[in-house]
């Protein structure tokens, strides 16, 4: 069962930066999908960023240029630098991962970052507010 454990959320104000980690465990050899998703209160749960095993990474647009993925595979830790941070980024912050970045159901093909599994494993969050 894998463990998904998030830290360096924080309050910053627009412009300033944070960076999150992830420490997944039993995590080996890129075997997983992993990838951040935030919440906003009353909004519904949505895809930033994602790498595959092969390094290969997604980010939604409204990140694009300013959130960084990367990994370490040492410490088993994924991180998410996030720069030029605005208010309209204020959300808990979740660490996710899952046998792939992308999947095929009965209703189609989709990117984890976009459509989550059931069977996706979730952190309990980090809150991030921008002000």
């Known amino acids: 069962h894998v463990q998904l454990v998030e830290s360096g959320g924080g309050s910053v104000q627009a412009g300033g930066s944070l960076r999150l980690s992830c420490v997944v465990s039993?995590?080996?050899?890129?075997?997983?999908?992993l990838g951040w998703f935030r919440q906003a209160p009353g909004k519904e749960r949505g895809g930033v960023a994602s790498i595959d095993r092969f390094g290969f990474m997604a980010y939604a647009g409204s990140v694009r240029g300013r959130f960084t993925l990367s990994r370490d595979n040492a410490k088993k830790t994924l991180y998410l630098q996030m720069n030029s941070l605005k208010p309209e980024d204020t959300a808990k912050y979740y660490c996710?991962?899952?046998?792939?970045?992308?999947?095929?159901?009965?209703?189609?093909?989709?990117?984890?970052?976009?459509?989550?599994?059931?069977?996706?494993?979730w952190g309990h969050g980090t809150q991030v507010t921008v002000s």
């Open positions: 996710a991962a899952d046998v792939g970045c992308t999947y095929c159901g009965d209703d189609g093909c989709y990117q984890l970052i976009h459509k989550p599994r059931t069977e996706t494993y």
């Open positions: 039993q995590y080996t050899n890129n075997q997983y999908c």
